[in-house]
């Protein structure tokens, strides 16, 4: 198995190398054990709740503006608009649209 892995990525870089953009290719790694369970980051900014504040909470926030109706989008417009914030405007849209209060 891992041969037909190395061989594949010898043709891959083969093939990008002759063609005429240059691309670089990541040296190819074994998987790991499939029972092996990765932790998340300490830094991982999930879970997304009230109070959180980065800019998935903005895609949020934008996709609830998207496809919300009337009320979400006062809610959300009332406190700020979009600006990756979670608070009660947000927090009034999540209820309004039947989101969990965390969002893993």
Same mark, same amino acid.
């Given at each position: 198995?891992?041969?037909l892995l190395i061989g594949?990525?010898?043709?891959?870089?083969?093939? @990008?190398?002759?063609?005429?953009?240059?691309?670089?290719? !990541?040296?190819?790694?074994?998987?790991s054990d499939p029972l092996?369970?990765?932790?998340?980051?300490?830094?991982?900014?999930?879970?997304?709740?009230?109070?959180?504040?980065?800019?998935?909470?903005?895609?949020?926030?934008?996709?609830?503006?998207? @496809?919300?109706?009337?009320?979400?989008?006062?809610?959300?417009?009332?406190?700020?608009?979009?600006?990756?914030?979670?608070?009660?405007?947000?927090?009034? !849209?999540?209820?309004?649209?039947?989101?969990?209060?965390?969002?893993?």
């Amino acid at each position: 198995m891992t041969g037909l892995l190395i061989g594949g990525a010898l043709v891959a870089a083969y093939l @990008i190398s002759n063609s005429s953009k240059r691309l670089e290719i !990541a040296t190819p790694v074994q998987p790991s054990d499939p029972l092996t369970i990765v932790p998340k980051p300490a830094s991982s900014p999930f879970p997304l709740r009230y109070g959180s504040q980065n800019s998935y909470v903005k895609q949020l926030q934008e996709a609830m503006l998207k @496809i919300g109706d009337s009320s979400v989008r006062q809610a959300i417009n009332s406190t700020g608009g979009a600006d990756g914030k979670w608070g009660p405007g947000t927090d009034r !849209a999540r209820v309004h649209m039947g989101f969990p209060a965390q969002i893993d």
